[in-house]
């Protein structure tokens, strides 16, 4: 996936339409390309809650080798990103 189509994919998680939200985040959620693993962590930086949390259950189509660097996810005030964040410790990638 190349970058400007992954950020019209982020862009969507904000559209006010319901079916783009869904379709933009069920299309990151089934990435497993290598190319878009950066992009992920890179929209993992976002302050929007929703965009975390995609970008969460995204990551567990990779393997990490540092989990370190998600840790912070696990205290967020938000309940859906805090939880994103717990199942990819669990079920890993």
């Keep these: 996936m ?9 862009a969507d998680l904000s ?7 869904e379709d933009a985040a069920n299309t990151i959620c ?11 962590l ?6 929007t809650p929703l ?6 259950w995204a990551l567990r ?5 540092d989990y370190a660097q998600f840790l912070p996810f696990v ?3 938000d309940d859906d990103v805090r939880e994103a ?4 410790f669990m079920e890993g990638g």
């Design 61 to 65: 189509n990779y393997t990490i080798a």
């Design 30 to 40: 089934s990435l497993r390309d290598a190319n878009a693993y950066p992009l992920i």
């Design 85 to 88: 964040a717990q199942v990819l």
């Design 2 to 10: 190349n970058a400007k189509t992954f950020a019209r994919l982020v």
């Design 15 to 21: 559209s006010e339409d319901f079916a783009k939200v």
């Design 75 to 77: 205290c967020s005030a």
């Design 42 to 47: 890179d929209a993992l930086q976002s302050e």
């Design 51 to 56: 965009i975390c949390r995609v970008m969460l």
